[in-house]
Nanobody
Framework: QVQLVESGGGLVQAGGSLRLSCAASGRIFRLNAMGWYRQAPGKQRELVATIASGGNTVYADSVKGRFTITRDNAKKTVYLQMNDLKPEDTALYYC??????????????WGQGTQVTVSS
């Protein structure tokens, strides 16, 4: 199995910054795309940012210019640097990873979520 462990959430004032981390472990043959999603109360889970194994990135329009996703393949870790945070960024942030557990078998895995709360 594959485990994703997130850290770095917390409470911050508007305009502040936080850095989320997500470390993957377990049966990993190849770590493919990794990403961050978020879910606010009463809303659907939405994409925040993704990064391919080669480094290509995709961002939600709402976070472009404020958030940066990076990864360290040697550490099997993905990061989300969040700057200029706004109250509307308040949500439970989930890490996601597309993983080949064997040469032929792959799956999508989720972390347990880390809370980000931005006060106005």
């Amino acid at each position: 199995q594959v485990q994703l462990v997130e850290s770095g959430g917390g409470l911050v004032q508007a305009g502040g910054s936080l850095r989320l981390s997500c470390a993957a472990s377990g049966r990993i043959f190849r770590l493919n795309a990794m990403g961050w999603y978020r879910q606010a109360p009463g809303k659907q889970r939405e994409l925040v940012a993704t990064i391919a194994s080669g480094g290509n990135t995709v961002y939600a329009d709402s976070v472009k210019g404020r958030f940066t996703i990076t990864r360290d393949n040697a550490k099997k870790t993905v990061y989300l640097q969040m700057n200029d945070l706004k109250p509307e960024d308040t949500a439970l942030y989930y890490c996601n990873a597309e993983v080949h557990t064997t040469l032929l078998k792959s799956g999508s895995y989720w972390g347990q979520g880390t809370q980000v709360t931005v006060s106005s």
